[in-house]
Every structure is written in C-alpha cells, then in structure tokens.
Nanobody
Framework: QVQLAESGGGLVQAGGSLRLSCVGSGGTFGTYAAWFRQAPGKDREFVAAISWNYDSPWYGDSAKGRFTIARDSAKNTLYLQMNRLSAEDTAVYYC?????????????????WGHGTQVTVSS
C-alpha cells in the first residue's frame, strides 16, 4: 500500500511561487505520477504528470509555461514548482501515483492519492 504525503502549500501573493512536494512511502510511484487540483465548487482537474522511468512530463493547459513537474527517485519524492501564480490557481493540490499509460490525465487512472495541500493565492 503506497502512502503519499503532500507539503509545501500555503498563502502566496499573485505573481509569487511555491514548490509542492509529495513523499511516497510503502512503495514506489509506479510508471506515472501526477498532480491534480480541486478549487472550491469545481471538479478535480489534471495539472501535470510525469513518466517516472523516462522523466517525461505532460502538462494541463493551466500549467503550461508556469509549472514544472519533477521527481527524485532516490528520495521517492514528486515535486511541482509553480511560478507566476494567480488567484485562479487557488485550490487543494493532490499528488497521485501508479497512473495507467494511455490516460494519464484522468483521475480514474491513478491508484493512490495523497490527502492534498492547500494553495491560496491572494490577488
């Protein structure tokens, strides 16, 4: 059973940056790992994913050009560097592991989830 623990969220002003971390325990992140987010009153949406073995990233439209996903296999940790944040980025951010190839942007593709970390961007 893989357990994921996010950290690094908080309150930041618009235009600022945050770096989220997700530490895995009890197992690896599998083939694909990802970040999703859920804003109040909205569905959970895909932010970014990474191929753990090949270090290849994919980004949702909201993340392109501003966010960077990365992983450290030695530390069994997933990261999300977020720059040029805006109020629209306010959400709970979740990391996910053991994604299935072919549908890495889909919530249902991931077997394990963290509890989330709150990111609040003040305008």
């Amino acid at each position: 059973q893989v357990q994921l623990a996010e950290s690094g969220g908080g309150l930041v002003q618009a235009g600022g940056s945050l770096r989220l971390s997700c530490v895995g325990s009890g197992g690896t992140f599998g083939t694909y790992a990802a970040w999703f987010r859920q804003a109040p009153g909205k569905d959970r949406e895909f932010v970014a994913a990474i191929s753990w073995n090949y270090d290849s990233p994919w980004y949702g439209d909201s993340a392109k050009g501003r966010f960077t996903i990365a992983r450290d296999s030695a530390k069994n940790t997933l990261y999300l560097q977020m720059n040029r944040l805006s109020a629209e980025d306010t959400a709970v951010y979740y990391c996910a592991a053991h994604g299935v190839s072919g549908s890495i942007t889909a919530i249902g593709s991931y077997a394990y989830w963290g509890h989330g970390t709150q990111v609040t961007v003040s305008s």
